[in-house]
């Protein structure tokens, strides 16, 4: 159970920005109430993870990816390897609470909503995988991911020198 649990906690936020995509631009007000609900219902999972670690039930998945062999022998393989553990699991709360409170304080937006909403909840699936991954590539993969939205959050809604701000990140 608890494997699933944090498969959904890390992309739950992908699946609201995918939800997000579909829905006409209208309406600044739909995609904050989408955003919070999403983060909140993210915060009772993280609480549930929290409960179920401090009961002594850890969260991990190990599921092979890929393997490839090379000639001389050697086999290059990756997992996608979630796991929490006492460093990653306050990280993953402390990311919900925070992505969380920058949804409310994101109230002032409203050019292109849509886009930023969307980019705040990939930015924190991004995160999440980040803080759960325990392989090398999947930590890197999601950690990568980070500076797309970063870039655009950034460069779009920024305040004075964005752009130079933006390019320089």
Not at 105 to 128: C, F, H, W
């Amino acid at each position: 159970m608890q494997q699933h649990l944090l498969s959904l906690i890390v992309f739950l936020p992908l699946a609201s920005a995918c939800i997000m995509l579909f829905l006409p631009r209208e309406g600044y007000d739909r995609f904050r109430i989408i955003t919070l609900l999403f983060n909140a219902l993210n915060m009772a999972l993280l609480g549930l993870l929290a409960y179920a670690h401090a009961h002594g039930f850890s969260a991990e998945i190990n599921t092979s990816w890929f393997s490839i062999a090379s000639g001389n022998g050697t086999v290059f393989s990756a997992n996608y390897h979630l796991r929490t553990d006492g460093l990653s699991l306050p990280l993953l709360l402390l990311t919900g609470v925070v992505m969380f409170m920058a949804t409310l304080a994101s109230d002032g937006i409203r050019e292109q909503v849509k886009g930023y909403y969307i980019l705040m909840q990939v930015l924190n699936t991004a995160i999440l995988g980040s803080f759960a991954a325990a392989d090398m590539l999947l930590f890197y993969l999601f950690f990568e991911f980070m500076l797309v939205p970063m870039y655009f959050l950034i460069g779009i809604w920024g305040s004075t020198r964005r752009e130079y701000a933006a390019v320089k990140f």
